[in-house]
């Protein structure tokens, strides 16, 4: 009996189910909820991964090498310039080692007006920006020894960002070094300067002033042209031959004549104390008998004749 009441009611069911849907187009019904789209709109407070700055990147940089006792690398104007240019042939050219385009890192810097010692750099390309840059550097030998070597002190940095993606180029260099050389003092003192000097000092030490004659000072005069163009002080050889010269021999004829002969000195002062320090010369400086004198000099070549 019971199987039979419910057979009725399933039946009766069926019945009422089939009377509400028999005017259902499923197939239509099938398409339209398949061509629905669905938008999940994004919170306006939502975290994106943001674009990589410069000034970020050197900061870990220096970060990760004060950690290890380096020297903090100094951002260059030049550098980066340097920097810009080589990523963008390297993106555009992939031109890595600059020699499609010429651009290499060296060219770059000297295009830039820097002058480097030593040059390295770090280059990476669709980065994920969500990855550590640092720790991959440090990751690779040749890499990481770049990125801490402890004689660069300047840096460039160029940096292309897109949606979760980064180009990096790192130029790190050390600048050159100009060695300036000691300044050489300019020597300024000649025959008149030297003349002063001498005679200062015979008073000194008791004995007269020379006195000039211009016979004397042609035999300077042309003693001092020939020690000029040998460069040098020849030991006296050149001065007998002058003095039995045709047209001078009347000079050694009516004076007793001695030749001096100093250079090498910054200062008169400093000649005149050679001379008085040096076996045979001092005379020049304290010898009475003599009266007449000239002194010639330039380059700190000087000539001293005295006579009686």
């Keep these: 009996m019971k199987k039979i009441v419910t057979f009725l009611v399933i039946l009766v069911m069926g019945a009422i189910g089939y009377f509400f849907l028999r005017g259902t187009d499923f197939k239509s019904l099938f398409s339209d909820l398949t061509s629905q789209r669905f938008y999940i709109q994004r919170e306006r407070g939502a975290d994106f991964i943001a674009d990589w700055t410069a000034e970020e990147l050197l900061l870990k940089i220096n970060t990760a090498r004060e950690k290890k006792g380096l020297t903090k690398l100094k951002g260059s104007t030049k550098l980066d310039q340097s920097a810009k240019s080589r990523l963008s042939v390297i993106l555009s050219e992939n031109d890595v080692d600059g020699s499609v385009t010429g651009i290499t890192r060296e060219k770059a810097l000297l295009n830039a007006g820097y002058t480097a010692n030593l040059v390295g750099e770090l280059i990476v390309t669709g980065f994920f920006k969500s990855n550590d840059i640092v720790a991959y550097w440090n990751n690779d030998k040749t890499t990481s020894e770049t990125l801490n070597h402890p004689s660069f002190r300047d840096v460039g940095v160029a940096i292309k960002n897109s949606v979760d993606r980064v180009d990096v180029y790192i130029l790190l260099a050390s600048p050159r070094t100009v060695v300036k050389q000691p300044a050489v003092p300019k020597i300024t003192w000649g025959g008149l300067e030297l003349w002063e000097a001498i005679n200062k000092r015979r008073v000194e030490m008791g004995v007269n002033p020379l006195k000039q004659r211009d016979e004397l000072c042609t035999i300077a005069s042309i003693r001092l042209n020939q020690l000029l163009t040998l460069g040098r002080l020849d030991g006296h050889e050149g001065f007998v031959p002058v ?6 021999k009347w000079i050694s004829e009516k004076y007793n004549i001695s030749e001096y002969l100093i250079q090498g000195y910054p200062t008169p002062t400093e000649a005149v104390v ?35």
């Excluded at 003095?243 to 001078?248: A, G, K, W």
């Excluded at 045979?280 to 000087?302: D, F, K």
Aim: hydrophobic content about 45%; aromatic content about 12%; overall charge negative.
């Design 274 to 308: 050679a001379w008085e320090n040096t076996l045979g010369h001092r005379s020049l400086l304290a010898g009475g008998e003599y009266v007449w004198g000239c002194v010639y000099a330039q380059n700190t070549i000087g000539v001293a004749i005295a006579a009686y």
């Design 243 to 248: 003095l039995n010269r045709e047209d001078l």
